[in-house]
């Protein structure tokens, strides 16, 4: 289930404030109308109830990749490169002011929204831009993978549950290859960014994390138990007798070696934030949300692996190493094993249960869930595999269970499923190209500088006419006024 990212949202910019195309002189004015539409659309989102998001990120993704080769454009201008085989000429007239709101970095004030941070580059620009290309990415994977959590509707057919997760995958990995092609476009880059959201660190951290959720998601779609797990809960399930999950030996310990590699992936996007955190005082840091989600994503893959090498080891007859193993999921998930425990009310239990419902009842919603990375998801599969073979073995078998340290001791490496692919950079067609040397019809300074990325930051109030009263509309400013004189 990945991260649930908080789209940014930006201020009004005018292009031919700082810009001048020489050679396509309507160049700025297209660009300056479709980062207002981008603007727009994400302040829209913002405001959408959350519920009400996901069916609206298909649009921000349009108006976002719609953007993209304008601003591509004039920054390929400043360096009188070619675009399309056509040369392009970009004058610096002045020093650019945007600001945008931050959604990773760090709150100053614990409750209090982020502060908007300004930006004079237009390279930090195409850096919010892309990054925010790749959390729409990731939302949209969130929004397909949502129906296989949902306990309260009819459960997904196979069929249903493969395209969810392959469409899931393939957002991942576009996500992660947007992340990849700002990582490496950084590494050039002398000056420091104004927040940790668009360092070099936190997007090979964000394209890192992407790729371990979409490893992830190569278990998923063939992984029982999960789905066994939502119809148990599941009140509008007719089906009262199931028949006992079966996985091949061969794949069970592929995916455990999967499992292992989404870890590893995990892992290094956890040490790359902790590089963020700890550069220094000054240094713009990650908010604890995110750095939190990717330590409980890493344990979850590493219990995951484990709980499949106890579905190999029991499907081999070893019970007792197949419950060592479930022991050591626990302990990766940090759940103490207690030996010998009874049945019965417990606090620990009762707020476990707590815990379990309240995370039901934001997946039915549809809002904030998932933000434990899955531990909950994974300790009722272990939980209920532990549950089961303890009685095999206590009744029948009676083998020894080995300590987790003696077993954790020999986990393999892990086996990559996935590679990140370069991303393609858009590019304006010749057409357009051809089209914006015409001289442009108006002006592009349509933004205004009041005009700011807070939720009421629109200035809508209304002017008050020359010796009228507060709040009546201004005459002399109308259309029908300016026709009759």
């Known amino acids: 289930m990945p991260f649930p990212f908080i789209l940014p949202t930006t201020s009004s910019f005018s292009f031919s404030s700082s810009f001048n195309c020489e050679s396509h002189p309507s160049l700025t004015l297209n660009a300056s109308t479709h980062r207002g539409v981008v603007r727009d659309s994400l302040k829209k989102h913002k405001r959408l109830p959350a519920a009400s998001q996901p069916p609206n990120l298909p649009s921000v993704l349009s108006n976002l990749n719609s953007y993209l080769p304008y601003l591509l454009a004039v920054d390929a201008g400043l360096s009188n490169k070619a675009v399309s085989g056509d040369e392009v000429s970009v004058v610096l007239t002045s020093t650019p002011s945007i ?265 039915e919603r549809g809002t904030n869930w998932g933000a434990d990375a899955g531990k909950m998801e994974e300790t009722r599969v272990i939980e209920m595999l532990d549950a089961k073979w303890t009685k095999v073995n206590d009744t029948m078998l009676t083998q020894a269970i080995p300590s987790p340290g003696t077993l954790l001791a020999t986990l393999p490496s892990g086996r990559d499923m996935h590679s990140i692919k370069p991303y393609q950079i858009p590019e304006l067609g010749r057409e357009l190209l051809e089209a914006m040397r015409a001289p442009p019809d108006h002006s592009d300074d349509f933004g205004g500088e009041g005009l700011s990325s807070d939720d009421d930051g629109e200035r809508t109030a209304v002017a008050t006419s020359i010796g009228g009263f507060p709040n009546t509309p201004d005459i002399s400013r109308s259309e029908g006024t300016r026709s009759y004189y």
């Open 99 to 363: 600001e945008w709101r931050p959604t990773l970095s760090d709150h100053a004030v614990p409750g209090k929204e982020m502060a908007r941070v300004k930006i004079q580059s237009l390279e930090y620009e195409l850096f919010f831009i892309l990054s925010t290309v790749g959390y729409t990415h990731t939302l949209l994977a969130r929004y397909s993978l949502h129906p296989l959590y949902v306990t309260s509707g009819v459960p997904l057919s196979a069929q249903e549950r493969t395209t969810a997760i392959t469409t899931a995958t393939k957002h991942l990995l576009d996500a992660a290859s947007a992340h990849d092609y700002l990582a490496r476009r950084a590494e050039g880059l002398a000056t420091t960014p104004s927040c940790a959201d668009i360092s070099q660190s936190t997007a090979r951290a964000m394209s890192s994390l992407a790729l371990a959720e979409a490893t992830l998601l190569a278990v998923l779609k063939d992984d029982p138990y999960p789905a066994v797990i939502a119809q148990d809960r599941n009140d509008n399930d007719r089906e009262w007798m199931y028949k006992a999950p079966e996985i091949p030996k061969v794949r069970a310990h592929l995916f455990a070696r999967l499992c292992l590699a989404a870890a590893d992936h995990a892992a290094q996007a956890s040490s790359l934030c902790q590089a963020q955190q700890g550069r220094g005082t000054g240094t713009p840091k990650l908010n604890d949300g995110l750095l939190r989600y990717i330590e409980d994503f890493q344990k979850m893959c590493r219990a995951k692996a484990c709980r499949f090498f106890s579905i190999d080891a029991e499907l081999s007859g070893q019970t007792g190493n197949a419950l060592g193993w479930l022991r050591c999921g626990l302990q990766e998930l940090g759940i103490e094993v207690k030996e010998g425990k009874k049945g019965g009310l417990s606090l620990s239990r009762i707020k476990k249960d707590w815990s379990e419902k309240r995370e039901d009842r934001k997946v």
